[in-house]
């Protein structure tokens, strides 16, 4: 452990900003907060700042750590106690000044602060408060504060950062308790599950008591998330899936972050990736993440132990949709909200569109693309007014195919599989 003393505030940021890329961020704020006389900032419910890396992450502006000092020695993680990594802390004025700072500069629209594991969970929460005290009450901050609750700390410095932050949320880690006991033994699933329902049930209290008094604080009003690590044990889509579906059905969670596997480590344990992170294999998780969320899918529907992990060739939607032909073509004129939401190319938005226009009139195509409609996926599950786009089989290996030919299924910024991290010099020059 290489330890500097007398850094400066920049070198700590330099450092502390680093250690922090691996903490997924991607997500708008969820809250609206109006600026007021007496603070600093407001809160927009469109989201905080954000920038994209190569691997098409987002990536807050301002995401940092309090410390990368940790007193675990978890095998996929850089900054584990075990490693010879530059360390370094801030302290909660120190943060509070690089915040107001980068605001007023209009680098950001809100903080991101995650942190290791300095000499006891207690310690770390406590210090986590302290900051957040410090810009709410003493710098009167009134922009987005998304905050990482340590598993294991103190229940009452959790509710009390609760008041304090928009989101929270306390990392899974990996997606099984057997995959934590193999390469994170200091940590247990029932450390990082018992807080994630205290902030669950704070969160429903809250709103209870907001209901009767709209003056009282609000805690956690953004709603708390997680994040998986995906890749670094054997885990396949189904499982992964059936764990983030479980968490919002039973945690009321906003957002399941997956994290493709970096490997920064030389550890037995660890696989290898001669071909890089599973990048691609990561954002089909996240598409069927959005079906789960919007689109009143079931992991059952996507995938099975028969077929545990999914078609990298083909978006999880168009994959469930080619070996279901027996639902389609689906009648636009008809079609009820959901079973439009079931038809590649139509998302929720343009299903809503299709909804209203559809009662002053009889929709063709060029309308449904007009609407959004993505047409050269749409097409060969719909008919408008009984008529198809044109003449085309209803025959699974001839749509695959189509369907296939579709660089778009890909994101440009996956077709070479490249990775490519943002850093502290990529975000100010």
């Known amino acids: 452990m290489q330890i500097a003393m ?6 700590k940021l330099t450092i502390l900003s680093d250690a922090a890329k691996y903490d997924v961020a991607c997500t708008s704020s969820g809250v609206d907060r109006s600026g007021n006389k007496t603070g600093m900032g407001n809160c927009l419910a469109p989201g905080i700042c954000h920038t994209f890396s190569a691997d098409g992450r987002c990536v807050s502006l301002l995401k940092i750590l309090f410390t990368n000092e940790c007193i675990f020695n978890c095998a996929y993680c850089l900054n584990n106690c075990n490693n010879d990594v530059r360390r370094a802390s801030f302290t909660p004025e120190e943060i509070c000044t690089i915040t107001l700072e980068f605001y007023r500069r209009n680098y950001i629209e809100g903080l991101f602060l995650s942190s290791g594991i300095l000499i006891s969970p207690n310690y770390t929460m406590e210090l986590i408060y302290q900051t957040l005290f410090l810009l709410r009450n003493k710098y009167h901050f009134n922009g987005y504060i998304h905050v ?24 899974l880690e990996l997606p099984t308790a057997n995959a934590l006991k193999k390469l994170a033994p200091y940590k247990s699933r029932r450390t990082i599950l018992k807080p994630m329902r205290q902030i669950q049930n704070g969160i429903t209290e809250n709103k209870e008591e907001l209901a009767l008094y709209r003056s009282a ?3 956690v009003p953004a709603g708390q998330s997680t994040q998986m690590i995906i890749g670094a044990t054997p885990e396949n889509d189904y499982q992964i899936m059936s ?40 954002h089909r998780l996240y598409q069927a993440d959005w079906l789960l969320r919007y689109y009143h899918f079931h992991v059952d529907e996507l995938l099975s132990e028969a077929r545990p992990d999914f078609n990298i060739y083909l978006d999880p939607k168009c994959d469930w949709a080619v070996r279901h032909l027996e639902y389609f073509p689906v009648e636009i004129q008809k079609a ?18 299709i909804i209203r226009a559809r009662r002053h009139a009889n929709l063709g195509f060029d309308d449904l693309k007009r609407m959004g409609v993505v047409l050269k996926r749409a097409l060969y599950f719909i008919t408008c007014s009984g008529r198809m786009m044109y ?16 660089r778009t299924m890909v994101p440009k910024e996956l077709r070479n599989q490249g990775y490519e991290q943002l850093t502290l010099s990529d975000i100010l020059g």
């Open 391 to 406: 003449p085309t089989k209803l025959d699974e290996d001839y749509i695959v195919r189509n369907l296939v030919s579709d």
């Open 336 to 353: 009820d909200y959901r079973t439009l939401l079931r038809v590649p190319g139509i998302g929720y938005k343009s299903a809503q569109r």
């Open 217 to 219: 604080p609000k805690f």
């Open 6 to 11: 007398d850094m400066t505030l920049f070198e």
């Open 243 to 282: 764990v983030a579906e479980q968490l919002y059905d039973r945690f009321s969670l906003k957002r399941v972050f997956y994290s493709a596997f970096i490997n920064v480590n030389e550890d037995s344990n660890l696989p290898m990736l001669p071909g890089g992170p599973p990048l691609l294999r990561e």
């Open 148 to 171: 990482k609750a340590i598993p294991g700390a103190d229940p009452l410095l959790v509710q009390r950062t609760g008041y304090l932050a928009d989101r929270m949320s306390i990392n």
